[in-house]
């Protein structure tokens, strides 16, 4: 079963490495013969060359980046977590809190932003703040979910041996909702580096949206891409490390899934 | 006091694993009027004693073991264990589940361990006890297995074990079988036999296999639906240990013959719902 799943994922992997090579094939084939403008549309090659002359540069600017995805990240982990067991736990906390959160999840949270910047001033704190704020729902809500569908077969068995209501919490409740939680934190980190980005193009001095913006308003086109394909090394890496930590905590959900 | 006055008074003493069901009702309230589940139900079972409570779907079987087990109940009436009335769940009762509801984050050794984990009992006072339980059933090896990895026949053996852990003077079990394939079945029939044989616990067991009800019990409760109430109580005399071969004999197809044409009588047999 293990071989097979593994070998199922090599596959998988081994064909989207297939395709991406096949697509910067094409596109630096395309360039050569066409030769657009390169400020319209750099050569794959114009771009890597462009990361090789500054490499520290833009690690500096994706260090940024980063800490402001994983502090927004890490807060909307730790406050929608609790705020979801508060929910679930009390019907004021239902009817008040979790109301609010589904009526105000129908803003589109980066209308937000430009605020943060007026409240918080330019620095990192608005960026986690609206990064934060655009991935606390998935959390929240999910959570909620997990939290809330038990067994109720699983729920007697704790009560037929007497256990009390933090028991229920934390040998029932929580382990049940990890693969629910983890399913949140998928969506969760991928939307908290869209509102570290957010964040920067609003008003910054630093970070890969900092760089986007900057080269744009000087037509550095080969940069603009450089800071893209940063952004999107970035962004997979950070989904695959929420993939393993998911592999390692809640084994029997993966394998599930693996199945169906 | 006579010697034979004083056999009828201790008599009358319940026993450790005694559970008397006196005249229980049970009720559900519904949005379209409410749902008698029970009704009138009178049981009398001595400690130690094996019994099936069979019926069809809907006839208040699992209401009738959600009471004995304090999670749910009775509307009206009494039940009792030991004479000791239940309000809430008793300590020394197990309880198994049509599903083995095993807890997939942890390993064989602690679902079993569970019960004395929630309990806050030594654990390492109680998983030699958990380990031969294991052995018993045939799981011998297989402590550190995850639950998934499991075919439907351990995993329920798995929480057999999980139900028997503290020693229970009171077993309840809810169509423990009723998922798996007839062949799993029967070797579970065995083992629970043989477990039983070896420690004498007073059992429940929920089922509507009309041949499982008789091949595992002392008594069978036959019940009836729309209210749920027992419509007649079979003894069984087969010696023990019963073989799976017991059910070819005559005594044995007897009994299965007379309570199959019970259901008829009552028209609930029609060739589907009881087995
Ligand atoms: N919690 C409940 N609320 C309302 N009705 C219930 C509830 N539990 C059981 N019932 C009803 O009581 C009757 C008996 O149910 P149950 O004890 O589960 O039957 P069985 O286990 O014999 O199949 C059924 O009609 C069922 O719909
Ligand atoms: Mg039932």
Redesign the interface.
């Known amino acids: 079963m293990y071989d097979n799943s593994t070998m199922e994922t090599g596959k998988r992997t081994l064909s989207v490495l297939l395709v991406l090579v096949a697509f910067l094939a094409f596109w630096q084939l395309a360039v050569m013969l066409l030769r657009p403008p390169e400020y319209l549309l750099p050569s794959p090659v114009a771009v890597a060359k462009e990361l090789g002359t500054a490499p520290e540069w833009y690690l500096s600017h994706a260090v940024r980046t980063i800490g402001a995805t994983l502090l927004g990240f890490a807060a909307a982990l730790g406050l929608g977590f609790i705020a979801a067991v508060g929910i679930v736990y009390s019907r004021i906390l239902e009817n008040t809190l979790y109301t609010l959160l589904v009526a105000l999840n129908s803003i589109p949270k980066i209308a937000l932003a430009p605020l943060f910047i007026i409240w918080m001033g330019t620095g990192l704190t608005s960026k986690v703040a609206v990064s934060f704020t655009i991935a606390v729902f998935a959390i929240v809500v999910d959570t909620v979910l997990g939290l809330r569908s038990i067994d109720p077969d699983a729920l007697d068995l704790f009560k037929s041996v007497r256990a009390t209501p933090l028991q229920i919490l934390i040998r029932l409740r929580f382990p049940n909702s990890l693969p629910y939680l983890f399913a949140g934190m998928k969506v969760a980190i991928s939307l908290a580096l869209v509102g570290a980005i957010a964040g920067e193009f609003v008003a910054s001095q630093a970070g890969l949206g900092y760089v986007i913006l900057a080269a744009q308003g000087s037509f550095q086109t080969t940069r603009v891409f450089a800071a893209i394909v940063l952004l999107g090394v970035l962004g997979t890496i950070l989904f695959f490390i929420v993939e393993v930590l998911e592999w390692v905590v809640c084994p029997w959900h993966v394998s599930h899934r693996e199945r169906s | 006091m006579s010697e034979s006055a004083q056999i009828a008074a201790f008599e009358n003493v319940p026993g450790a694993g005694d559970v008397r069901i006196h005249a229980v009702d049970k009720t559900y309230p519904g949005r379209s009027g409410s749902v008698t589940a029970l009704k009138d139900v009178n049981v009398s079972v001595k400690g130690g004693e094996f019994v099936s409570i069979l019926g069809p779907s809907g006839c208040g079987k699992s209401t009738l073991l959600?009471c004995v087990?304090?999670?749910d109940h009775p509307s009206q009436g009494s039940i009792t264990l030991g004479g000791q009335p239940i309000d809430?769940?008793p300590?020394d009762?197990?309880?198994v589940?049509?599903?083995d509801?095993l807890?997939?984050?942890l390993n064989v050794i602690n679902n079993v361990l569970?019960?004395c984990?929630?309990?806050k009992l030594p654990i390492h006072q109680w998983k030699p006890k958990a380990l031969a339980l294991l052995k018993l059933i045939g799981l011998a090896g297989f402590e550190h297995r995850?639950?998934?990895e499991l075919s439907g026949g351990m995993r329920q053996r798995v929480a057999i074990c999980r139900a028997l852990l503290l020693n229970p003077t009171l077993l309840l079990m809810d169509e423990p079988f009723g998922a798996l394939d007839a062949m799993t079945r029967d070797e579970l029939n065995l083992e629970l036999q043989d477990v039983w044989l070896s420690n004498a616990k007073t059992v429940l067991f929920v089922t509507h296999s009309i041949s499982e009800a008789v091949f595992l019990a002392d008594r069978v409760l036959v019940m009836s639906r729309s209210p749920g109430r027992i419509v007649d109580v079979i003894p069984v005399d087969l010696p023990r240990p019963r073989t799976l071969s017991v059910r070819e004999t005559p005594a044995f197809t007897k009994y299965v013959a007379h309570i199959r044409q019970l259901f008829e009588s009552f028209g609930i047999l029609r060739g589907t719902n009881v087995r």
């Open positions: 959600r087990a304090g999670l809430a769940p300590l009762m197990g309880f589940f049509q599903r509801v807890l997939d984050w569970l019960p984990k929630l309990k995850r639950p998934w």
